[in-house]
């Protein structure tokens, strides 16, 4: 009988839908939002009435990855289902290539409408960017080059960056909700792309949410460094305080979520809408709490990688469920590929189709990588850049200054001939129960070897007992380099 039921799921989730049959797709992603930042996650003081709903009533991954430990690199997964490196966005601040395939290009084919809404980090939102979101495939979008607070600033199509009053996810939801009716009323399917600016520091928040938090400045008093919303500089502050304002964001990023799943139902949307969360990376070192994983932002254990990830789809997913499978956002475009029957890209993908898991297959058939690429030789290199300096120029400001700039700019190169210093950096391989971590920087590596089923914190290396293991998956883990500096050469464009 689970033969015949597992059979008959596999049919259901992964036959291309008919044209009238296709769902409204709806992609969410918070910045900065670690896996344990959730009420379903066990998180002792965050409120999140709304994800926990969602958990509750749809599909809930345990374990759910960003593929980078840091936003601009696992959003360029996220659009390509490629891991980033391969189109050398290598960190914040670089973007992706304009020769890139996304899930908007994916599904116009489809006969989708396309809208991108909050931050972009992946190229500048101007007009005339080879890599704005309008580029990239999307019909409409408002948007930033970077992150975003409290009454935030941001460029409808292209055009010159306009204040918009408010709560920024309130705002960005109901931009995506004009999208989303507007699409309707065209009886076309749509793909609402809305990436929040929340919670990324610095933080700000309502009095009505700050007011659920007011008993962590007396809890915790450590000082921790952040950008000052007064200057837009470093500085320092007590914890508490800071965590007050991120939980109240992450509440204010909850209720929005919220207003707009109750729009869906009341437009009688929602039932064949696929409607996901996921974070772009773990906590930030100013709010980790340091439990239950090990690592933070920028870092490849667990907590700078394992995010939050639900999906909702009332169609297909009739009852709710957990699954320990573990899934990334290089699996996104893959899956979407799936749902719309559309071919997917010919070049390598680093993600899977996630509908057989959806339908209850309960195993990953290939492993996830993870790898923070070693950039100074890069830069030493001084390679001709991939796009235009000017084009790669943000207009859209923000509270953080960076090179006395309140605004953000993108580097691409083109990469300079592959030497062994390209394989540095830290990197990791997943496979099934086992992830072996490298840390490489000046031809001196340090392995770890971690069982994640039984130490999920990654508090006991097992490298020196199990050289095998150690052995076989760094085979894996350098082959799957190899692959990724021959698309970050460009090899993959010539397809």
């Known amino acids: 009988m689970r033969i015949l039921l597992l059979l008959f799921f596999a049919v259901v989730f992964t036959a291309p839908l008919e044209a009238a049959e296709l769902p409204n797709i709806i992609l969410m992603m918070g910045d900065d939002h670690g896996w344990e930042e959730t009420g379903y996650n066990g998180h002792p003081y965050v409120k999140t009435p709304v994800l926990d709903e969602m958990a509750s009533s749809g599909l809930k991954f345990d374990r759910f990855y960003a593929a980078h430990p840091s936003c601009s690199p696992t959003r360029a997964s996220f659009l390509t ?73 941001l460029s409808r199509n292209g ?29 076309k399917p ?22 659920l938090y007011d008993d962590l400045p007396g809890k915790y008093t450590k000082k921790v460094k952040l950008t000052s919303n007064e200057t837009g500089q470093q500085t320092t502050r007590p914890q508490g305080e800071v965590l007050r ?46 439990e239950p994983h090990r690592g933070v932002k920028g870092q490849v254990y667990e907590g700078g990688i394992l995010v939050p990830g639900l999906v909702e789809w009332p169609a297909r997913i009739l009852d709710p469920k957990t699954t320990s499978v573990r899934a990334s956002t290089s699996d996104l475009l893959p899956t979407l590929g799936a749902i719309t029957g559309q071919s997917l890209p010919d070049r390598p993908l680093d993600g899977i189709e996630l509908n057989p ?19 100074s030789h890069v830069r030493k290199a001084k390679t001709e850049p991939w796009i235009d300096p000017a084009l790669q120029e943000g207009t859209t400001p923000l509270v953080k200054f960076m090179n006395g700039k309140p605004t953000r700019d993108f580097v691409n190169f083109k990469h300079p001939p592959v030497s062994d210093a390209d394989y540095e950096g830290p990197r990791a391989i997943i496979d099934g129960d086992l992830k072996l971590v490298v840390h ?56």
């Open 245 to 290: 304002e991120r939980y109240a964001e992450i509440t204010a990023m909850d209720r929005a979520i919220g207003f707009l799943r109750d729009h869906l139902e009341e437009e009688g949307l929602r039932e064949n809408t696929v409607l996901f969360y996921c974070g772009d990376n773990g906590t930030s070192g100013d709010s980790a709490l340091g």
């Open 440 to 495: 490489e920087k000046g031809g001196k590596p340090r392995v770890e070897l971690f069982n994640l089923t039984s130490d999920p914190a990654e508090k006991n290396n097992l490298a020196d007992k199990r050289a095998d293991d150690v052995k076989r998956l760094q085979k894996r883990l350098r082959d799957w380099q190899s692959s990724v500096l021959n698309s970050v050469s460009g090899d993959d464009y010539d397809n």
């Open 357 to 375: 898991i959806i339908g209850g297959n309960e195993e990953r058939t290939n492993p996830l990588y993870f790898w923070e690429f070693e950039m």
């Open 159 to 187: 055009a010159t960056p306009t204040v918009y009053e408010g709560e920024s996810s309130a705002i960005l939801i109901k931009e995506a909700i004009r999208f989303i009716d507007a699409s309707a009323k065209e009886k």
């Open 190 to 211: 749509s793909l609402t792309v809305i990436w929040f600016g929340s919670p990324h520091e610095p933080y700000s928040g309502l009095a009505e949410d700050l007011a």
């Open 81 to 153: 289902g490629r891991h980033p490196n391969r189109m050398g966005t290598f960190a914040p601040g670089w973007s992706l290539r304009p020769e890139e395939i996304t899930i908007a290009h994916l599904l116009q084919k489809a006969g989708y409408r396309c809208g991108h809404f909050g931050k972009w980090h992946v190229g500048t939102v101007k007009e005339g960017s080879p890599t704005n979101p309008g580029a990239m495939g999307f019909d409409e979008w408002v948007s930033h080059d970077n992150f975003f607070e409290m009454n935030p600033t």
